[in-house]
């Protein structure tokens, strides 16, 4: 039987996230200092693992968490466009509380079950989750007994998860995500089931200025 483990991470910590600045598919922001140090403090963590390949998103901030990991292995980290964050339109880049009215609107009606309600200018989550899902199976599926460590972003997790797991789009803000986390799945039978979730004790010694 074909048992494959995925580990879900989320990049580190950009200024965007910092200062609490919407960062989607539009803005390729790289990790700030905190960011690189939970990269590297991840990275240790999942050197616990044999991994059989490192799988990012095309943007900075995804694919610098991955290659702290990349320097511990003999493996290559390859980049997928379609794993990128989801496209938060007129949103990028602009404070969040600035918008909040907006942003509450959009998490509503998502939450009444209009998944393909678009962020305006931007994507509505059934699209991102049909272009992004259709990327990771394109790794997990025909493999056999890997361990594939998969890099992306916070919102981008929340769709995946919510579906891969059972609970729909619709409750995808259930799923708890902080940067530099990490979620492992066990992908067997056509399914996925969770190990752990949103795991962060590899950062509890992580100190900040």
């Known amino acids: 039987m074909s048992l494959i483990h995925l580990f879900v991470a ?4 950009t200024e965007f996230n910092r200062k609490g600045l919407l960062q989607g598919r539009g803005i390729d922001a790289p990790l700030n200092g905190l960011g690189r140090t939970q990269a590297k403090y991840l990275a240790e963590y ?3 693992y044999h991994s059989t390949s490192i799988i990012s998103s095309s943007l900075t901030r995804a694919w ?18 379609d794993l990128d964050e989801m496209d938060f339109g007129d949103f990028e880049g602009v404070y969040m509380e ?12 998502w939450k009444n079950g209009d998944v393909s309600l678009k962020i305006p200018g931007g994507e509505s ?7 992004a ?23 981008l997790i929340r769709i995946l998860l919510s ?3 059972g609970i729909g789009l619709k409750n995808m803000h259930k799923v708890e995500h ?21 795991k962060t004790d590899h950062l509890e010694m992580l100190t900040t200025d």
């Open 10 to 13: 989320r990049h580190g910590e």
């Open 178 to 198: 902080g940067n530099g986390a990490v979620n492992h799945l066990i992908f067997k039978n056509g399914s996925f089931e969770p190990v752990y979730l949103n």
């Open 133 to 155: 899902d259709t990327a990771a199976r394109s790794y997990i599926n025909g493999a056999d007994s890997q361990t594939i460590m998969l890099f992306i972003h916070g919102r």
């Open 64 to 81: 610098q968490t991955a290659s702290a990991y990349e320097k511990k292995t003999d493996l290559t980290v390859q980049k997928n466009r």
């Open 125 to 131: 989550p059934e699209e991102v989750f049909q272009r």
């Open 98 to 109: 600035e918008i909040s009215d907006e942003l509450n609107d959009l998490q509503n009606g």
């Open 163 to 165: 579906e891969w797991l």
């Open 46 to 48: 999942l050197t616990n």
